[in-house]
């Protein structure tokens, strides 16, 4: 497992480091090829902040955590993301393709593992219109929605706007 450690709003030190690279590489028992995991450390306003992503497969493990301090906060991190996969092991292993990139001998069952289920309780369908990326906030926040999908007027592809919880905006544009 290859880790990158980002610091954001702070400096990074050998120690913080060294630690969080130990802990993360916890997870690699999790996976049968080689993965990257990206960690951002951050401090926000007294928070210490932790945000790491791990892409394996076509899927992506993410998780966000915050506390005081921020070895809690690497901690907080790997628990909630071993949970993830506890979590969502039976629906990964129902798929074909990613059985090739989960070790499963390694992950302990939840004990409602059996219990979730997804399931769609609406179907909405709309005409979308294209326009950019300013309109669709204008749009969104018009609606009092969160997110809001549109055709890009300038990429001509569908992407999605998104309110985040520092109040600014996010874009989601697809890679193919």
Excluded: C, W
Aim: aromatic letters at 8%; hydrophobic letters at 40%.
């Amino acid at each position: 497992m290859k880790v990158s450690i980002y610091g954001k709003n702070m400096q990074l030190t050998d120690a913080l480091k060294e630690a969080t690279i130990k802990k993360i590489k916890r997870l690699e028992k999790f996976f049968q090829q080689d993965v990257d995991a990206k960690v951002v450390l951050s401090i926000e306003n007294k928070d210490q902040k932790v945000e790491v992503t791990i892409p394996f497969n076509g899927r992506i493990a993410r998780v966000e955590e915050s506390s005081d301090d921020m070895y809690n906060a690497i901690d907080d991190a790997v628990e909630s993301l071993e949970q993830q996969i506890r979590k969502h092991k039976t629906k990964l292993l129902d798929k074909r393709q990613s059985s090739q990139s989960i070790k499963f001998e390694n992950i302990e069952p939840l004990e409602d593992d059996d219990d979730i289920e997804f399931k769609v309780v609406k179907t909405k369908r709309f005409a979308i219109k294209p326009m950019g990326i300013e309109e669709a906030i204008l749009q969104m926040n018009l609606l009092k929605h969160n997110f809001f999908v549109f055709l890009n007027a300038d990429t001509e592809e569908v992407n999605v706007v998104y309110k985040r919880k520092d109040n600014n905006y996010g874009l989601i544009e697809p890679e193919l």
